[in-house]
C-alpha cells in the first residue's frame, strides 16, 4: 500500500507482524498493542525499531511506558468519520512522542490536513483516489485559527500572528 | 460589530474554494455521495425532500444592515424570494441548487458571512441573547466571546469529526434568553466575590429524543481560560462519546452515562494537561474582538421622549405593539424593537427579500445597522430611540411586520417539517397556523399574558417542543400525522422539561386542545399569575379533565 508522507510518497519499509506470526529477528516491525502489552521484555531487546498498532477506543495513558522505545505508532480510522484518532495524535505530541504517527484505515484526501496538524506524518492511503489527489490534500487551506498545530512555515495561524508579542506555544511544533 | 481583518478574509476565500472543488469532485463523480455527505453537512448543506437547502451561519445571532441586503438578494436570485430565520439564529434557504452553492458561499463572503459549520458532527454557529449589548440587566456583552468561539471552533481539526453535532450558546445577562441550559455547552457569564468576570460552564443539556437539562461542572472559570477549558472538554467529548448508537452520541448522554462527577474528572484532569501558554494569546484576542464590539455612539438623551409618548396616547395599535415588542434599553432614550416574523396566518421565521430589505433599510435608518436574529425566529432592532418608535413602526406595518404579539400566544416557534424536512414525521407549519389564526386577538393575547408554545415536526426537537410552556410534538402513526402535547417546560434560567399531557391529538384538532389547555388556565389562574406558574402550582390534572374527560 502507498505510503505517503509529508514529504511525498515513501517505500514503506516496516513489516506488519500479526497476532499470531513469530516474532522476525531483526527489522523494523509493527505489532498489534496487545503484543506490545505481551510481549514487551522481548520486543525491548528487538533488534531494530518498535511499532505498533494502537486501537482507537483505548486510553492514551496505556501507551505511556512505552513511548520512549517506539518509533511508530499507527492510529487507525474504521471510518473517516470516527473523529477518535484526531485526539489521540495530539495527546501523544503533547506528551512528547516524537516519532512517526501513521494514519491508515478509511484515510481519506479531504481529512488529510486535519489529520496532519494534530500530529500525524504519514498515511497509509491506499489506491481509491491519484497521487496528485493526496500531494495537494494536505494545503487546501494556507491558515488556522487554533494554535499548536503541525504546520509548514509557510502555514499561518491567525492568532498567534496577531500577537506575535505573546508568548509563544510551549514548544511550537513544525510539520515540513 | 466585528469587523473581518485580513486573515478572516483569506479564511473564507480559501474555505469557499476548497468547499468549490468538494463539489466539483462530487458532480463528477470523483467522491461518493458517502465521502461527500459529511463535507457538503460541514458547509451546511442538507439534501431535503425537495431541493439541497443551505443553512447560512449568523454568529451569534448579529447581522448588519449589509449583510441582511445580501441575504435579500440571495433569497431571490438562488431561492423562491425568501428565507427561514432557525432556532439556532440562522437562516435557511430551502430552494437551492448544488452547483449554484459555490456562488452563493462566494456571495456571502463577500459581506464576511459563510455556511461554515452550520450542519455535521462538528461545533456548531455558537448562538446568544438577542438583546446581547442592548439589555439593561446584561453583566457584559456575550458576543465577543461568541466571536472567539467562532474562530476558535472553524475547521477545528481535532473536533471535526464529533460522535454527534455541538451547540454552545453563551449568555452574557442573569435572565437566560439564550436557552444556555438546553445546549452541549451553556456559558453563563458572572461576577465573582473579586467583582472579576468568570464563566459558569454548563454541559449535557439538548433537546431531542433525550431531553436534559444541563448539569454545572465549572461554577467559575476565569475568562482567559475558556478556550483551554472548552478544548479540554471537546477533547473528553470525541474520546469518549458513544458512537455505537448516533441517538446516544450526544454528550448529554456521556455526562449522565458516567455521571456529572466522573465527567468533571475527565474534564479537569484532561485540562490540568494543557500548557499554561495557552491562555495568553486568547486573553489578547478576546481583548482585541471586543474592540469591535464597543457600543455605537448613543446620543445622551431624556428618558422621557415626548413624541413617543403622544403617539402612543393618540394611536391605539401602536401602543398596542408598544406593549409587547418593545423592551427596555441600557441607555436612556433608548429601546429594544423586537420585530415579529409571527404575522397570523403566516410562516413562523419566514421572511421575504422585500421584508429583509426593509429591515435593512430601518436598521441603517434607527439602529446603527444593527439587526439581531433571536431562537425564537424574530428579528430585533437593538437600539433605537424612543422618538424614533413610532415612524419605525408605521414603516413595519407597511412591510408586514407590525404584528404585535411578542411573547404571546401567536408568537409560535416551528420548524420547517414535513413541508419541507427530510427527518419530520409530521407537518409543523400548518398546525402554527392554524393556532396563531385562533389566538389572532389582541386583547385575547394580553389577557393570556407570556406563554411560549413550540412546535417540532419530529422528535429532534428544531422546534423546541420540550422547552415551550405548551410543547407539540408531531408524530406519524400509520400514515396519519398525530400530535403529542407537554405542559411546563421552560427554556430560561429555571429551564425545565415538559410533560406529556396524554394521548395525542389529529393535525386538525390540536388548536382548539390549545384553546382548551389556556381557558383552563384563565379559569384556575391567581391575579397576576402567568401560565407557566399556574402549570407549576397546580399540575397537569386540570388540564387533563378539561382535555380528556369529556371524551
Redesign the interface.
Known sequence: MPLLKLNGFVQDTWAPIGLEDPLPVSGDIIVPFSRLLKEWEQLVKHDGRVGTVFPNVD?VEALTLFLPRLALIVLPFPS?????A???A??LR?DGYRGEIRATGNV?P??L???R??GFDAFEVGDR?PPE?WLKASR??????????YRPANE?E??????RE?????EQPYAG | MYRY?E??H??VR??TA?FA??TGRRLRG??TED?FR??RLMNGLYLQLHAYMLRIAIPYGTLSARQMRQLALIARKWDKGYGHFTTRQNIQFNWIKLEDAPDILAALADVEMHAIQTSG?CIRNVTTDHWAGAAADEIADPRPVGELIR??S?????????PRKFKIAVTGAPHDRAAVKTHDIGLRLQHNEHGERGWEVLVGGGQGRTPAIALTVRDFLPENELIAYLEAIM?VY??YGR?DNKYKARIKILVHEIGPDKFRQEVESEYA??????T???E??LT?IAAYFSPPSFEKLSRWSVRFEEARSTDKEFAKWVRTNVAAHRVDGYAIANISLKAPGEIPGDASAEQMETVADLADRHSFGEIRISHAQNLVLPHVKRDDLYSLWQALVKAGLGTANYGLASDIIACPGLDYCALATARSIPVAQSISRKFADYERQQDIGPIKINISGCINACGHHHVGHIGILGLDKKGEEYYQITLGGASTEDSSIGSILGPGFAGADVASAIEKIVDTYLSLRKPGEEFLAAYRRVGAQPFKEALYAAA
Request: hydrophobic content about 30%.
Open positions: 486510553r473517516f468519520t470516527d473523529g477518535r484526531y485526539s489521540l495530539r495527546q503533547e481519506l479531504d481529512q490536513q486535519f489529520m496538524q494534530v483516489f489527489a487546501q487551506m494556507s491558515l488556522a485559527y487554533q494554535r499548536g498545530l499561518t491567525v492568532w498567534s500572528e496577531r500577537h505573546a508568548e509563544p506555544w510551549l | 481583518d486573515f478572516d483569506q479564511f480559501e474555505r476548497q472543488d468538494q470523483e467522491l465521502e459529511p463535507l458532527n474562530q476558535w472553524s475547521l477545528h481539526p481535532e473536533f471535526s469529526y464529533l477533547r470525541n474520546l458512537r494537561r494543557r500548557p499554561k501558554q495557552e495568553q494569546v486568547e489578547r484576542e482585541r
